[in-house]
């Protein structure tokens, strides 16, 4: 599955710890990450991650592009609801097309864990199911 890792600044450190617990799962999937949270999540962890754009310089868009493309499985975006964002409408665009494609989205770390604990069980498997019908 491709996962894709996003964090806005104070969220950064809970990705990270995240990720961290959740190393063993993450590490059988392909990475992508907006550049700034892949570098941190890269250095903390030592995972293979594939760095895109800095989410305000168009990762954001990138990773969106990639779900309109049908090439990205599942999102984590660890949000900061407290904190405006120059490029809000970025934000809010990968948002509106998680749920345009049906891509399983977690914006906070209380999702994110069922989300990679169902992924882990095999509680996800409708893109491959509907790949198979293609
Ligand atoms: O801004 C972001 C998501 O909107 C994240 O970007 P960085 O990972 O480059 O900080």
Redesign the pocket.
């Known amino acids: 599955m491709k996962i894709a890792l ?4 104070r969220k ?1 450190d809970h990705l990270v710890q995240f990720v961290i617990a959740y190393r063993h799962i993450f590490e059988e999937h392909d990475l992508f ?6 570098q941190r999540i890269m250095d903390e962890t030592g995972l293979d991650i594939t760095l895109l ?5 168009g ?2 868009q990138q990773i969106g592009a990639m779900i309109a493309n049908n090439d990205m499985d599942m999102v984590f ?1 660890f949000r900061d609801p407290l904190t405006a ?1 120059p ?1 809000e409408p ?2 809010t665009a990968l948002i509106r097309l998680c749920d345009l494609y049906h891509i399983p989205l977690a914006t906070n770390m209380g999702t994110a864990e069922i989300l990679l604990k169902g992924l882990d069980a095999g509680l996800v498997d409708w893109r491959l199911i509907q790949e198979r019908r293609q």
């Open positions: 996003i964090a806005h600044d950064k990450a907006t550049g700034t949270t892949g754009r800095s989410g305000p310089l990762g954001d975006f964002q490029h970025d934000v």
